[in-house]
T-cell receptor, first 114, second 115 residues
């Protein structure tokens, strides 16, 4: 079946540090992959996505590359800011005959300190 | 994308009562989902609500406890019935927009506390 495994947190970094949050997946088909971000007290926002192997999603300085050979979609940012403090969810969407099914990781809490 | 609003944004309720959460979308969408996010946890899908058909509930969730209405393509409600403290969660609605069937957009959530 389909699933998403995400690096456990919490993660605490100093401002301008490099960020990696690991995400691996299992899927029966050819899923699309996503990173969502949830800022304190808010709902989830789409951060970036990739729909096929070797695609790179990017937004707000964050990047993730769809690696089919390693079934991974790790989130990276070269220099984090305090405003990046949030919970990050890796997710996949797999097309089934009734539509799409969505699977979320457990979330990784990131705190960036000045 | 889609702009989604939810009401109420938060509520504190007494055990045994019911709360209806509204979800309004700024465009017509076919697929709408209701999730629960318990404190410090990931999202758990409660049900899928497609307009014109009965809601489809995930394992562990039943219509008597979480009745859903989907009267049109821009609106849905989720009722949390006969609440207990274990129902304290954030409830999120989400939609899939237009032809981009693999991307969900989420509302801001309803933070429910049951005393």
């Amino acid at each position: 079946g389909n699933s998403v495994t995400q690096m456990e947190g919490p993660v605490t970094l100093s401002e301008e540090a490099f960020l990696t949050i690991n995400c691996t997946y299992t899927a029966t088909g050819y899923p699309s992959l996503f990173w969502y971000v949830q800022y304190p007290g808010e709902g989830l926002q789409l951060l970036l996505k990739a729909t096929k192997a070797d695609d790179k999603g990017s937004n707000k300085g964050f990047e993730a590359t769809y690696r089919k050979e390693t079934t991974s979609f790790h989130l990276e940012k070269g220099s984090v800011q305090v405003s990046d403090s949030a919970v990050y969810f890796c997710a996949l969407s797999d097309e089934v005959y009734t539509g799409n099914q969505f699977y979320f990781g457990t979330g990784t809490s990131l705190t960036v300190i000045p | 994308s889609a702009v989604i609003s939810q009401k109420p944004s938060r509520d504190i309720c007494q055990r045994g009562t019911s709360l209806t959460i509204q979800c309004q979308v700024d465009s017509q969408v076919t697929m709408m989902f209701w999730y629960r996010q318990q404190p410090g946890q990931s999202l758990t899908l409660i049900a899928t609500a497609n307009q014109g058909s009965e809601a489809t509930y995930e394992s562990g969730f039943v219509i008597d406890k979480f009745p859903i209405s989907r009267p049109n393509l821009t609106f849905s409600t989720l009722t949390v019935s006969n609440m207990s403290p274990e129902d304290s969660s954030i409830y999120l609605c989400s939609v899939v927009v237009g032809g981009i069937t693999d991307t969900q957009y989420f509302g801001p959530g309803t933070r429910l506390t049951v005393l």
